[in-house]
């Protein structure tokens, strides 16, 4: 006679449920909200953030910033200037009466040579001129000799050195590329607004006790 394969018991009118068959593997809610990807999403929507803020921070210092307060921004591209202002650094201004200019002051201006390109050197003299203008000489502070040039501003202002912004003008030349400035613009939102939807839809109602009625 053979014996007889005991079955495992149940209470009284149960069932077997999941929890019976031993351990059950996390699922995807679970992995979810887990500590990494809890991580993930806010390393993400930081990121977007700060991308985000620059890309405002550097519309409102280059397009309204000038138009409201006055000053004027440019990039210094060669080291002519140097230490005081690197290459890649911004270099800010405020138009003054050329009258104020003295020896030592720092102006931005087009060279009278060459292709006229704007520069900003040191004053190390300036004088007035019967006809109401000034004539300007001007060294870069890196510089060996004087410039080779004589420059006259006919103009009743000239930009007169404010501060120094440092590497930011390479920041702003990186974002001036059409690709980098449609990404900040486009790509920055999008990311915030997914993230905020991946939140709304990872919660889950919170469960009822157990023998609730409701």
């Known amino acids: 006679m053979s014996a007889a394969t005991k079955s495992p018991s149940l209470p009284l009118g149960g069932t077997a449920t999941a929890d019976d068959a031993g351990p059950r593997s996390g699922t995807a809610s679970d992995i979810g909200r887990s500590p990494a990807a809890k991580v993930l999403r806010r390393v993400a929507s930081g990121v977007a953030t700060a991308l985000l803020l620059l890309a405002v921070t550097a519309f409102l210092a280059l397009a309204i910033g000038p138009r409201v307060l006055g000053y004027q921004t440019s990039t210094m591209l060669t080291g002519s200037m140097s230490p005081l202002i690197s290459p890649g650094d911004v270099v800010v201004t405020q138009p003054v009466p050329v009258a104020d200019i003295k020896a030592g002051d720092i102006i931005t201006y087009h060279i009278p040579v060459e292709d006229q390109r704007v520069e900003t050197h040191r004053v190390t003299a300036i004088t007035a001129q019967p006809d ?5 000489q001007t060294k870069g502070d890196a510089n060996n000799g004087l410039d080779p040039w004589l420059a006259t501003i006919s103009t009743p202002t000239v930009d007169r050195h404010v501060i120094t912004v440092p590497y930011v003008g390479e920041a702003i030349r990186a974002i001036r ?35 609730s009625n409701d």
């Open 132 to 136: 109401g203008t000034f004539v300007v």
């Open 177 to 211: 590329q059409p690709v980098v400035l449609n990404a900040l613009m486009y790509g920055a939102p999008a990311v915030l607004v997914v993230g905020m939807l991946a939140g709304i839809w990872r919660r889950t109602p919170e469960k009822t006790e157990p023998g």
